[in-house]
């Protein structure tokens, strides 16, 4: 089954769009996980407990994982996310030339039948066609390819005006919407500039988009579900605003369930 296939299937069966990120932070993990041989995956699985109810997917960043103890505890958190019936999106923003790409495109193989493969990844098209070939090539997975960001900065570059009158994000849409040919692209769009969400949807209307944002960096909630899903599929995500809910709480876990639960609830209220 393809990505956005098994996707709308998750969707439909918890009746929720919500992306949990999963970015642990060393510093603001509970004290008394660093007790564990790898305190990041001890994290990852309470929140995941706590929340796998109320997520359409979870989405670590490789960021928070860039060391042995690290990419161990990655590849506990996808297998149990998975093993949740969750599907995984790495946000990874890997792109490269020749066999520097196709090493990155390990990051979505599983060759052994392991469930430790993501099911996505984020992309990034800066390097063209040819840089992001080794992800697109595999069917089965999800390809999320950045377009616009929600960071402040992302307007330096994305908003620029190229000679065809089209905006640097716009011309990043098109192109993917031509690379879509096995029908597993979709856009990274933030929820901080709903204007650019509305136009692109309405420039791209078959590409699902994954949305972020919407939570700590006050996103527009509304704008995402209206304008981030395509037929139904689509990908809203907050991180800190879920997984760190309750940082000075003894159940932090509880917490973070606690605000899926209410993330879900406020997305659904624009669904159709």
Not at 26 to 40: K, M, Q
Not at 72 to 87: C, F
Not at 125 to 143: H, Q, T
């Amino acid at each position: 089954m393809r990505f956005f296939e098994r996707l709308r299937e998750r969707i439909e069966a918890v009746d929720s769009v919500v992306c949990v990120g999963l970015d642990p932070d060393p510093g603001r993990l509970p004290d008394r996980l660093h007790d564990h041989v790898l305190p990041r995956w001890a994290f990852n699985r309470r929140i995941i407990d706590a929340t796998h109810e109320h997520a359409a997917a979870y989405k670590p960043n490789a960021a928070f994982y860039e060391d042995p103890d690290g990419w161990r505890a990655l590849v506990e958190t996808i297998a149990y996310a998975k093993g949740k019936d969750v599907p995984v999106v790495l946000d990874a923003k890997r792109a490269d030339i020749g066999n520097t790409t196709r090493q990155y495109a390990k990051l979505l193989a599983d060759d052994q039948g392991s469930g430790t493969a993501a099911d996505a990844i984020t992309v990034n098209p800066y390097m063209g066609r040819d840089s992001l070939e080794p992800f697109l090539a595999r069917e089965e997975k999800g390809v999320f390819v950045l377009c616009r960001t929600s960071n402040p900065g992302g307007a330096d570059l994305q908003d620029l005006e190229l000679a065809s009158g089209e905006r640097v994000y716009e011309r990043v849409a098109a192109l993917a919407d031509l690379w879509n040919a096995n029908d597993n692209v979709g856009l990274v769009v933030g929820a901080t500039a709903p204007e650019e969400l509305e136009s692109l949807r309405e420039s791209v209307p078959d590409l699902p988009f994954l949305v972020p944002g919407v939570g700590a960096q006050g996103g527009d909630a509304e704008a995402a579900v209206e304008f981030g899903t395509a037929n139904g599929v689509g990908l809203v995500n907050s991180t800190r605003g879920i997984i760190f809910a309750g940082e000075d709480r003894e159940e932090f876990d509880k917490a973070a369930g606690e605000a899926a639960k209410r993330l879900k609830r406020r997305l659904n209220r624009y669904r159709s």
